[in-house]
């Protein structure tokens, strides 16, 4: 018996020289992501490689299309055509950002339904941004400048992610996301160049609320974020959590002094000696109750997107049952 486990037999070697192979592989990879390559779909990966990129770009995929529905509930009530025209072209961007992300996240062998359904469950994530209310207008200029700013921050250095398929669909998708950050500012700048007292109070008391949410969407601070030290190692992100945080803060106080606005944080002031700006603590532990579940606008949120797939099933069986009759109809002629 002693014998029999010491026995190297032809399973055992096979094994060896699977884990030899697939060092070689893992080494031939890691050579890869060193040398600046692009990996492709049919490329060889690692598991843990697949599994991070299909859970950040379906995070990113869902944040996209749960993030209509903030901006969605004030296509009815632009102030002006102008207005309304701009913002009907910006959420329906966002829908197509979802698509091409969606499409992304599917060359990593994982498919839509798939995807959706942890979304309509409550198992998958997206940016805890959108479980804030929308309150007023003015909420739809902030979240463009804050939100889309926050978001093109985080989202340029994508644009070099190790994986080719994402990082193309983020270049596409960060200049429409410039369209949509400076459209925030200009109708912010209107209001606060132009507007009555009311509305300025109303910039402002936008804000204020949406400062902190803001910071929040670049994720928990390095020493806190599990996934960072890994995607940082793969290429997958190319900027820590807190770097980006960090120049947001330093882009967004000068535009914020040329609004005319304050933000909400007196511990926000220039250090020379760093060369960035200082800011004060972010409320971690509301954070994760929003990422977790708690926040005002989830269950809202879940159930519009749930809502909305339900309601979408028979264009969803239109749409197969069409393609399926040419197809026959091709086949047959
Ligand atoms: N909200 O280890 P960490 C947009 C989770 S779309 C919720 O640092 P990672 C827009 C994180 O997923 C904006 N969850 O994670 C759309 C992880 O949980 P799991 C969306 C968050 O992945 C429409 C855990 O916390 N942008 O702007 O290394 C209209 C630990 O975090 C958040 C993207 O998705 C959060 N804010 O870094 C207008 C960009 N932060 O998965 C605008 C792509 C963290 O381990 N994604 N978590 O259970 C990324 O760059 C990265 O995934 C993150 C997080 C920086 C967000």
């Known amino acids: 018996m002693y014998t029999q486990a010491m026995s190297v037999g032809p399973q055992d070697e096979a094994r060896r020289l699977q884990t030899a192979e697939e060092q070689a592989r893992n080494a031939a990879f890691e050579q890869r992501i060193d040398d600046g390559d692009f990996i492709e779909a049919k490329d060889w990966m690692p598991d843990h490689y697949r599994k991070t990129l299909v859970r950040q770009i379906s995070q990113h995929a869902h944040s996209e299309i749960v993030g209509m529905l903030p901006e969605g509930n004030w296509i009815t009530r632009a102030p002006t055509l102008k207005r309304k025209a701009i913002l009907l072209a910006k959420v329906q961007d966002e829908g197509g950002h979802g698509l091409y992300l969606y499409s992304a996240a599917e060359t990593l062998g994982t498919s839509r339904d798939q995807m959706l359904d942890a979304l309509h469950t409550g198992k998958a994530k997206y940016s805890s941004i959108f479980n804030y209310p929308t309150l007023t207008w003015a909420d739809i200029g902030v979240i463009g400048w804050l939100v889309d700013g926050a978001a093109i921050m985080n989202q340029v250095p994508l644009c070099r992610c190790s994986y080719g398929p994402y990082a193309r669909a983020m270049i596409r998708i960060c200049r429409e996301e410039s369209f949509h950050q400076r459209q925030g500012y200009e109708s912010l700048l209107t209001m606060m160049r132009d507007g009555t007292d009311a509305q300025k109070a109303m910039v402002q008391d936008a804000v204020n609320r949406w400062w902190w949410p803001s910071l929040m969407m670049f994720g928990p601070a390095d020493k806190d974020s599990p996934n960072s030290e890994q995607s940082m190692r793969w290429g997958i992100k190319r900027l820590s959590n807190d770097e ?60 519009a997107r749930v809502k909305a797939w339900e309601d979408g099933a028979w264009v969803r069986d239109a749409a197969l049952a069409h393609a399926q009759k040419r197809a026959t109809q091709a086949a047959a002629a």
């Not at 000696?273 to 005002?296: A, K, L, M, T």
């Open 244 to 303: 980006l945080r960090q120049k947001f803060v330093d882009a967004t106080v000068p535009q914020a002094e040329i609004l005319g606005v304050t933000l909400p944080d007196p511990q926000l002031a220039w250090n020379a000696e760093r060369d960035h700006y200082d800011f004060g603590p972010i409320d971690w532990s509301e954070f994760w109750r929003v990422v977790g579940g708690d926040g005002p606008c989830n269950r809202e949120r879940l159930s």
